[in-house]
């Protein structure tokens, strides 16, 4: 099992910045892409970006391309997403996702609120 806890949450005027991380615990050994997905009241979970599990290789969503950066500390087993430029229609639940070598699922956070606002 990983367990995962994100933070770095909140209230930001748009053109803002946040930072948002993720913390696994468990058996974080397994761990090999690590990402974020985001998700407003009435829609779909939408991808956002991910990385792999050297940090090599990044993904990111034609929406937050430019703005979103993601990183990993494999040392401290956290993920970061670092959102700059934020506009009102960045404004949702940002989940933390994980895979694992050992399970065909991936593992969730419980969620940090985004909100962009003036």
């Known amino acids: 099992q990983v367990q995962l806890v994100e933070s770095g949450g909140g209230l930001v005027q748009p053109g803002g910045s946040l930072r948002l991380s993720c913390a696994a615990s468990?058996?974080?050994?397994?761990?090999?892409?690590m990402g974020w997905f985001r998700q407003t009241p009435g829609k779909e979970r939408e991808f956002v970006a991910r990385?792999?599990?050297?940090?090599?290789?990044?993904v990111y969503a034609n929406s937050v391309k430019g703005r979103f950066t993601i990183s990993r500390d494999n040392a401290k087993n956290t993920v970061y997403l670092q959102m700059n430029s934020l506009k009102p229609e960045d404004t949702a639940v940002y989940y933390c996702?994980?895979?694992?070598?050992?399970?065909?699922?991936?593992?969730w956070g419980q969620g940090t609120q985004v909100t962009v606002s003036s």
């Open positions: 996702n994980v895979h694992t070598d050992t399970t065909t699922s991936p593992y």
């Open positions: 990385i792999s599990t050297s940090g090599g290789n990044r």
């Open positions: 468990g058996r974080t050994f397994s761990i090999n892409t």
